[in-house]
């Protein structure tokens, strides 16, 4: 099957190139065929071989890695509804249960998906064929990510703005994957976010009310209720570990996401270094409101900001992105311990937005390669004072 | 002749003192989130650096050299403060929704700087052209900021309901929040000169 896809590609493969009949489209055929097997031209000059992954693969091993996530997602769509629905029969056997849910979840997350890869790739297609250039990988993964940050009654014509808007001013205008300065899914979420706050915040947004349509049942998520003064989330610390609790569509399980960090880690795609320092600057920053204790919020013990919200998710899925996160590895921990502890001080001290990941790691995106200049210099510094000993 | 139409017509596009020479930013993000009170900006500007152009270019031979800023700096101030009572004694509404812009169109960069880069070297008539070609291209840009940004930030224009009239928030559109805040304004400015220079190859940098 896989030879007759090759043959396939190699016999249509004269069409798109220079001379064929549809060369403007050569940057399209170059997409799918470099999608389906690995491209057989290697780096000719310099040494700048880091691994034998190329691009394309390695985004394969990311969009596995947010399966586990996904698929929870999609479940506990169904799932928070029906807890709020007494249509559907709890009662009825627990694989029915399951397999309901999940149903519902994946027809009100599919929409989402397509929404966003469709506009997304859409617009990566068109600026690689203006720009005569190869469409990049990244958007596999950007596309998936950003349904699964938002909340699940998001109107598809605002998520398909955002998308645009995310692909246009966030990436192609600095040169497209690998040049952005900003996480492109959070620019997306945080064009939503202050775009249209009524449909990114609040209590009415996170409960999908009927399989079509905009309409949603109240519920607060975990850091909505400590926003409006609560001592501690209704949710129990289990509920919030394994995610039954509501939230953006799927950031609310922690397992998932550690599942999905496990296979990162593995497989070294993303840094453990951003990932650690990201929970140790939260952490830390926990405990030190433990300590001042002032308010409601502050009391709050400091593991509850690891299972709230979209801390877990940012630390794994976001924080670690190669092209905007630090690049050396002192610059790593520096950068990761700020996004920790930036998105708890949000959290706790700003009155305006429950939810501080976002923000966080969107700021210190911009600050990463400020990071990463003070520790190089650092480091030059550092071995011309040996120079002038040796003097 | 054709040489005063060059004066007054590079600025508006060619020379244009926001996209092209970056001035003004400041009052250009703080005043566009609705069209009124930037078209009211774009015309308070103009008038100002035309005059003070015209002004200085007329004492520029007598003006000694070491405190020529501060001679600038008095005559930009008293057209400012004129412009600042003209607008509350016609437009007080406006006046007020302008608020400080007005009083800052004195250290307004474009303003300053065609005094020193131009006034202070060009005859009268030609420096008058010169400030008011680069107010009205300051105007310009300002007014298509002003325009979309209340269009989807208001979803109305010089406070015509627009979007209502046509029957948007009836199928579900709603207005944009961002583009009423300052760096969405930034982000436009951004796209006018990113479709300015694809128009236009010799402003590319190298």
Redesign the interface.
Known sequence: MMNGLRNFIDKIKPTFSEGGKLPWLSSTFEAFETFAFTPNTVTRQGSHIRDAVDMKRSMILVVIALLPALLFGMWNIGYQTALNDMSWNIDSSVWYMLWSCFWFGFLRMLPLIVVSYVVGLGIEFMFAQIRHHEVNEGFLVTGLIIPMIVPVTT?L??LALAVAFAVV?GKE?FGGTGMNFLNPALVARA?LF????T?MSGDKVWIAADLWG?DAITGATPLGEMMAGGVRPSASLLDMFIGTIPGSTCETSAIAILLGAALLLLTGIASWRVMLSVVLGGGVMGLLFNAIGANAYMQLPFYYHFLMGGFLFGAVFMATDPVTSAQTNAGKWIYGFLIGAFAVVLRVLNPAYPEGMMLAILLMNCFAPLIDHCVVSRNIKRRQSRIKIEK | MSKNKKLFTTPLLKNNPITVQVLGICSCLAVTAQLKPAVVMALSVTVVVALSNFIISLMRNTIPPRIRIIVQLVVVSALVILVNQVLMAYVYDVSKQLSVYVGLIITNCIVMGRLEAFAMSHKPWESFLDGVGNGLGYGIILVILGFFRELFGSGTIWGYPVMEKLGMYKIGYENNGLVIMAPMALILVGVIIWIQRSKDKELCEK
Do not use: A, L
């Open positions: 109107p014509w605002q001013i205008v064009f202050f775009s249209y706050p449909h905009s």
